[in-house]
């Protein structure tokens, strides 16, 4: 199957086009830039220069022709993407290009949700739960979805939505919570936290990956939640990344206040995914935080934190 990535250079989609390349897929990974080690070291992808949110941009992607199409690309970075107005112009941009797409016979268009589309005072959370998000980023997302499901009914492009929780691993942004923990306490750092009270539900990148490549070959459509299905306290996680690290005295629980606009109850019923294909976690969380803890330990974390300043749209 002829496979485009958009967002490939991101965290979530490198690790993307790596398991629609396993699978035997002809992937084209969509970035802006061709200056991309991490993507071009990966053996058979190949490259497409083009941002998605311009007209030339889209056109160079919808004129690879695709039987499938992987929207990985938005702007995720820590601090911003909350509430940054560009989440409108990937709004716009993503249902223009799901449109191109559709009109030159594109069969399947699966693109990345979040889980804070929903109302997340719900805290366990189905692809039922209602849709309340609190901040422009999921409102942007849910708007998305919403005129996604509708193009699906008129065009007959069968279009699914995958709702992520809470991915980590390798190549994850320095700023999000587990390399952040990690990275101080290799260092030698006190890591600041809060109590970590809050309940979430973490999934390894790898298995976020196989999840949405599953789901390109199956005939679901609509939303569907890209999550491990087992909640885990913060306080759980940090104190894992304290061990594996050896320093764990120098964390600081309860240092950082809780937020009042952060959610204390935050995880995924899985069942749609799992009932409806092959798919299941392979990473347990204890096996996903090693390995990242190891990655960072490696000597990447250059390579990482340049990385990091770049919308996931590159």
Known sequence: MRVVVTGAAGFVGRHIVRALLDAGDEVYAVSRSKQHPHLAAIPGVQMVEADFVSDAGRERIVSVRPDACVHAAWC????????????????????????????????????????????????????ETPLAPRQLYGAAKAGTYLSLERLGALTGMRIAWARLFHPYGPGEDARRLVPSVACHLLRGEEAPTTLGGQIRDFLY??????????????????????????????????RQLGALTGRPELLRLGAIPYSGADPMVVFADNRKIVEATSWRPRWSLSEGLAETVQWWRSGLQPLQRRASNDFARV
């Open 76 to 127: 995720t970075q820590p601090g911003k993407y909350l509430s940054a107005p560009e989440n409108l112009d990937l709004q716009c941009a993503s249902l223009a290009l799901a449109k191109g797409l559709a009109e030159q016979g594109c069969q399947r268009f699966v693109a990345l949700g979040t889980c804070f589309e929903y109302d997340t005072t719900v805290g366990y959370l189905s692809e």
């Open 205 to 238: 990148v790898e298995d976020v990956a196989s999840a949405v490549s599953v789901l390109v070959r199956s005939n679901v459509i609509g939303a569907v939640n890209v999550g491990s299905g087992q909640p885990v306290a913060l306080e759980n996680v940090i």
